[in-house]
T-cell receptor
Framework: GNSVTQMEGPVTLSEEAFLTINCTYTATGYPSLFWYVQYPGEGLQLLLKATKADDKGSNKGFEATYRKETTSFHLEKGSVQVSDSAVYFCALKGTGFQKLVFGTGTRLLVSP | DAGVTQSPTHLIKTRGQQVTLRCSPKSGHDTVSWYQQALGQGPQFIFQYYEEEERQRGNFPDRFSGHQFPNYSSELNVNALLLGDSALYLC??????????????????FGEGSRLTVL
């Protein structure tokens, strides 16, 4: 079945450092891919998405490119801020399915 | 514009009891999904409701049941609680264009969750 694998955390960075959180997936067909973020004490929020191969999703300085050849959707940000500290979840929606399949989440801690 | 609201935010039950969690979707949304998020894990799909019917179900036992009302709000019921049911239960809403079918992008709007502790 469909699955998502993302790097384990926590990822600890200093402010203004470059961020990469790896995400790979297994799916049949052409899934849609997502990054959701969960700030402390809040619900999950959609950060960005890509619905077909080679699409780049971007939001709030974060980017991720849908790479079908490597089945990856890595999250990147050029300069992180303390306010980016949160748990980041990679997810996919399979073709014709209603549900999202999530990875286990990666906690990001950014220090001043 | 209110987002997705869930109640209660926290509750404690004992093994064998039953629990009902409630969700009001974001305005304009008619599809509600429920997810279970165990500590340190990603959310796991329980089921989705649309037009008051269960449209898809994940790998959860029949102890987990749900309902959707004509105003699109939803309830999640869990019977015969087990210690392993302790988790954050998330409700997510969407519109048909976002949620389902081959054209749906799958974008969901989540509530803050109901944290259930089973002792």
């Amino acid at each position: 079945g469909n699955s998502v694998t993302q790097m384990e955390g926590p990822v600890t960075l200093s402010e203004e450092a470059f961020l990469t959180i790896n995400c790979t997936y297994t799916a049949t067909g052409y899934p849609s891919l997502f990054w959701y973020v969960q700030y402390p004490g809040e619900g999950l929020q959609l950060l960005l998405k890509a619905t077909k191969a080679d699409d780049k999703g971007s939001n709030k300085g974060f980017e991720a490119t849908y790479r079908k050849e490597t089945t990856s959707f890595h999250l990147e940000k050029g300069s992180v801020q303390v306010s980016d500290s949160a748990v980041y979840f990679c997810a996919l929606k399979g073709t014709g399915f209603q549900k999202l399949v999530f990875g286990t989440g990666t906690r990001l801690l950014v220090s001043p | 514009d209110a987002g997705v609201t869930q109640s209660p935010t926290h509750l404690i039950k004992t093994r064998g009891q039953q629990v009902t969690l409630r969700c009001s979707p974001k305005s304009g949304h008619d599809t509600v999904s429920w997810y279970q998020q165990a500590l340190g894990q990603g959310p796991q799909f329980i089921f989705q409701y649309y037009e008051e019917e269960e449209r898809q179900r994940g790998n959860f036992p029949d102890r987990f049941s749900g309902h959707q009302f004509p105003n699109y709000s939803s309830e999640l019921n869990v019977n015969a609680l087990l210690l392993g049911d302790s988790a954050l239960y998330l409700c997510a809403s969407s519109s048909p264009e976002l949620a389902g079918g081959p054209l749906g992008t799958g974008e969901l709007f989540f509530g803050e969750g109901s944290r259930l502790t089973v002792l």
